[in-house]
């Protein structure tokens, strides 16, 4: 089993729309999630951080774990052409902090107009 | 904010010769840094963490006599690819941490012609 996988992919989703990502992950250890946005040609950048049960909101944002289930989702409110690109989920590998991260395979969403 | 600085951000190179990328912590120290690398359309993988003044840490798989890391100080890691192949080619990107997560680097983007 993959340490990291996500949905594939590719995602197409109306402007406007809500844009649902999900990410499941094998090691129980785990204690922190990350969502990163990467642009075609760009390295990535933090959206988001998850580090217990529950969602966690920021703007049209809204990530989602779930440790019973090794699960974690990132929803998109209000999509915008500007959101279309590369998401990944990311944690830390056991007995490492936040700075080393394993990635998964990334989910390319794009927004259509 | 805590910013990392990757150079260049674009090089070509003839097969057989080495490449030198570096990465800085412009507004803060990195005692740790991390190298990635990312072929096109998959996710990042790590390759070596790079520490300060004593020897790199290379991921399973990863040559560390083809990929040469130098960290010799607070806020400078270096990657020199060594005799680059064309499967080399790829994104190279660096991290370290800041505050609770990873700050990239803008990436390398390397052809070995």
């Known amino acids: 089993q993959k340490e990291v996988e996500q949905n594939s992919g590719p995602l197409s989703v109306p402007e406007g729309a809500i844009a649902s990502l999900n990410c499941t992950y094998s090691?129980?250890?785990?204690?922190?999630f990350f969502w990163y946005r990467q642009y075609s040609g760009k390295s990535p950048e933090l959206i988001m951080s998850i580090y217990s049960n529950g969602d966690k909101e920021d703007g049209r944002f809204t990530a989602q774990l779930n440790k019973a289930s090794q699960y974690v989702s990132l929803l998109i409110r209000d999509s915008q052409p500007s959101d279309s690109a590369t998401y990944l989920c990311a944690f830390p590998p056991r007995g490492f902090g936040n700075e080393k991260l394993t990635f998964g395979t990334g989910t390319r969403l794009t927004i259509i107009p | 904010g805590a910013v990392v600085s990757q150079h260049p951000s674009r090089v070509i190179c003839k097969s057989g010769t080495s490449v030198k990328i570096e990465c800085r912590s412009l507004d803060f120290q990195a005692t740790t840094m991390f190298w990635y690398r990312q072929f096109p359309k998959q996710s990042l993988m790590l390759m070596a963490t790079s520490n300060e003044g004593s020897k790199a840490t290379y991921e399973q798989g990863v040559e560390k006599d083809k990929f040469l890391i130098n960290h010799a100080s607070l806020t400078l890691s270096t990657l020199t690819v060594t005799s680059a192949h064309p499967e080399d080619s790829s994104f190279y990107i660096c991290?370290?941490?800041?505050?609770?997560?990873?700050?990239f680097g803008q990436g390398t983007r390397l052809t070995v012609v």
């Open positions: 090691d129980r250890v785990s204690q922190s």
């Open positions: 991290s370290a941490r800041a505050g609770t997560g990873a700050q």
